[in-house]
């Protein structure tokens, strides 16, 4: 079985991309915002969540907050065109495991889907 994937994206470009970057090794599951992301995360299992940082009705950090406020696990990727040390640290901080600028490379995403997966899959 593949592992299951939630992306949390408003761009409906990044979705794509990341549908055609990840949809032959994982099975992927979308959310436009930060409140369908969690919604969908109160009802299902993931192996990985990608998360934008800047998104409509709830931020990636306010999500990834709840998330672990909630005691809720799933490891969180952060994805974000904003390049800055300080949301890396805050999403860090929070508990992202990893931090991917925009735009990404093909190469750049797989491999750091596989090793988040990996360490998260070796506790």
Not at 35 to 40: M, R, Y
Request: overall charge negative; hydrophobic content about 45%; charged content about 30%.
């Amino acid at each position: 079985m593949k592992p299951r994937i939630l992306i949390a994206d408003d761009e409906e470009g990044i979705r794509e991309s990341l549908s055609l970057i990840l949809g032959d090794d994982y099975d992927l599951e979308f959310a436009i915002d930060g409140q369908e992301a969690l919604d969908k995360l109160a009802k299902e299992v993931f192996a990985l969540v990608l998360l934008d940082i800047k998104m409509p009705k709830l931020d990636g950090l306010e999500v990834l907050k709840r998330l672990r406020s909630n005691g809720h696990k799933t490891p969180v990727m952060v994805l974000t065109a904003y390049q800055s040390v300080e949301l890396a640290k805050e999403a860090t901080k929070l508990g992202a495991l990893d931090y991917l600028p925009k735009p990404f490379e093909r190469e750049q995403i797989l491999s750091a889907v596989r090793a988040v997966l990996a360490r998260s899959s070796s506790h």
